[in-house]
């Protein structure tokens, strides 16, 4: 059996292969950290976005869906935390002039004493660590750097700068005359834009508390290293819910959406060992619960989602920083009050590797081999794939008028070269579930072959019959219900 390390990149080779994950700028060396998404990527990540869209607003009355802007007032950020505390302890070796997350270096060592056996300096190491990071530390996390004896991984060498705060906000500046006071940020998260909403929202959509608004958007982090293929990048994709609540009853929807979001994940039929709950044991300071559900990866398991109580925090400091009441009036308490917020917070990016790695499958056939990704219908880039079998005899007429029939409501796909095995191949490659081949016997008799892609077997049914047979299978009923 081949090690996780061999598997995971074997899994970044295929999905650039077949076009679902490119680097980007390639032809230029590429972007550290941005990475784009080819023709399937692009599908399964549109899939992606319609389930989590699906099961937040269109299942929940009571949410609602917006799609606010990137760039927000400055002011939004120094509310919100994020010009002050939006930080990573950085340090520089001066031999390779490369740069790390002086967590991360102690991180990887913590990691190589447990591998040793060492846990109890495991223990110690990761329990010194916290407390420095706790209370911004810096010299103290150094010092934890030098006393391991941590070295550079390209120089070898320990000749390290101090540990220094890096904010992770990209900057750009706004307008012709851009001068100090023009300096908007790329959004490092899209709750912001929602918070800043809740009452145009919640005023022209008549909601009453408990309500939720979501979105799905870009954001952007200069993140010091990037990790893991597009786990860690320096823009990519949230879908991210604020559900607005009584203060006080913030813990049972807490409870509520911790169980609700778990299911959504795990209705794609993945293995539950898989996935497991992180409850955080260091809270933000505006936080009074906080826990990741995370995806056990090639690399380990590690967070695709969050879900935070806030408290009344954002809005208490929006309200603060913009002097405009953001308060909702409660017809039942006859009061008005700033409401408390529980936040479900998913990387699309994160979702759309989790589902990648789940769905790749390397398989041993009696005389041959093929690699297939068993997605879940609902998510296939392409759903069904119509096959001549030859190029000639009016079989192409016949396979295009099928084609014609199903594509304005499944996104398909039309290949009559090579040999069908070959061609069945290419559809396991991207995860097609449905490929229908097209014979003789379909001129004479209006039947054609269906071939499954997880099982391979193979069905003889009527044209007719096709539409219903995949509208069943890739129904977002299927997810749902
Ligand atoms: P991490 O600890 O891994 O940096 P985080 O706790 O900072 O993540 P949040 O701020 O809670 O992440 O963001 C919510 C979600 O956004 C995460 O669960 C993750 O799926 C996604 N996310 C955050 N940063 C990145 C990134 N740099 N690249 C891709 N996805 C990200």
Known sequence: ??????????????????GFVFPSSEIYDGLGAVYDYGQYGAELKNNLKTYWWKAMVQLNENITGIDSAIFMHPKIWKASGHVDGFNDPMIDNKDSKKRYRADNLLE??????????????????????DAYLK?????????????????????????WTDVRQFNLMFSTKMGATAGENEVVYLRPETAQGIFVNFLNVQKTGRMKIPFGIAQIGKAFRNEVIARQFIMRMREFEQMEMQFFVRPGTELEWYAHWKEMRLKWHLALGVDPARYRFHDHAKLAHYANAAVDIEYEFPFGFKEVEGI??????????HQEFSGKKLQYFDPELNKSYVPAVIETSIGLDRMFLSVFCNAYTEEALENDSRTVLKFHPALAPVKAAVLPLTRKDGLPEKARAIMDRLKLDFNMQYDEKDSIGKRYRRQDAIGTPFCITVDYESLENDTVTVRHRDSMQQERVSIESLYGMIAERVSWKTLLQ
């Open 308 to 317: 935070h109580s806030r408290t009344d925090f954002d809005l208490s400091q």
């Open 108 to 129: 990887d060592r913590i990691a190589k004493y447990h591998k040793e056996g060492k846990t109890d300096k495991a223990a110690q190491l990761q329990e010194q660590m």
């Open 1 to 18: 059996m081949q090690n996780t390390e061999q598997l995971f990149k074997n899994i970044i080779a295929h999905s650039k292969e077949y």
């Open 135 to 159: 209370t911004d530390d810096l010299a103290g996390l150094k010092q934890l750097i030098e006393e391991h004896e941590i070295a550079c991984p390209v120089s070898g060498t320990r000749n």
